[in-house]
């Protein structure tokens, strides 16, 4: 396994000494530290990859509301890709080159099924997040990302269709609830299942083959950047794709041994192995423990 150090000269070196021209850096547990921030070297570092003349690309599970702090930081230009790649913005200008929604039908049955279950439900519109009800992981989940809930009064009153509908609980409950939802709608939706805090895992439904790395080619593609001219940077299992067809695929230190063994490069160090994790306000929002040896049912369900 080959291995390099996460700093700003080492990025400067891989950026200007290949013709890349496209640099796709996923969000939590890549460029941001345990405290969910950006840390003065992690920002020199995407700078230096900019310097270098290579376009700086966000590619996130996140929300833009969520992405949108984080990109004034790094003073980088405004296109992202967001929702695991159901959604590319530009945030500068609003422009909205690719949306896709999960179905009504779909999102409103899996938060029927969610809340009858005593789970947190959330639709996530462009930048607004919708909590069905109050709850302590939706609280947590705010608190993280730095962001502020919606309560409607009623499933009318958001989008017509989101772009994702996001569920966090225990596992049985939510696999439950994924398969009940594959049963009924069959190829309508996507879904990844994932370990969030201790004991704690989210389902994300997004719309049927959607994926980050799908929406980073199809932007590299839009800016006329070949996939061998891309340097693409991740963590976790949704990160696959986007690291097995870039030029130079790098996993983070803390990232989940299946995808290390697909990459070209792991790093020694990461923002997010760099600081221990604060604990939250919230009692029942505890660190999953070791997040870079998930147990072996943790991996996230492919969107085919």
Known sequence: MKTLTFCPETLRTLAGGR????????????????????TPATVRAVRGVEAAGVQVLLATARTVGAIRPHLERLATPGLVVAHNGALVCDIATGAVPLRRTVPREVALSAAHLGLKQGLAVHFNGDERVYAFAS?????????????????????????????????????????????????????????????WQE??????????????????????????????????????????????????????????????????????RSPATSHPRRRSRHASCRPWKNKSIPPANSRSQPCR
């Open 199 to 268: 004991n704690i895992w989210r389902l994300q439904l997004r719309a049927p083959a959607t994926s980050k790395g799908a929406a980073v080619f199809a932007v590299a593609q839009s800016l006329g950047v070949a996939p061998r001219e891309i340097l693409a940077f991740g963590d976790n299992l949704n990160d696959t794709e986007l690291i097995v067809g870039s030029g130079l695929g790098i996993a983070m230190g803390n990232a989940v041994p299946a995808l290390q063994e697909l990459a070209d490069f792991v790093t020694l």
């Open 19 to 38: 013709q890349f021209r496209l640099a796709a850096f996923d969000l939590d547990g890549t460029l941001l530290d345990t405290h969910h921030r950006l």
């Open 135 to 195: 709850h302590p992981l939706s609280r947590c989940y705010a608190e993280e990302l730095g962001i502020s809930l919606h309560y409607p009064e009623a499933a009318y009153t958001t989008p017509a269709e989101p772009v994702s509908v996001l569920i966090m609980g225990k596992f049985a409950p939510l696999d439950t609830l994924r398969a009940h939802l594959a049963g009924a709608f069959a190829e309508r939706f996507c879904a990844v299942l994932s370990p």
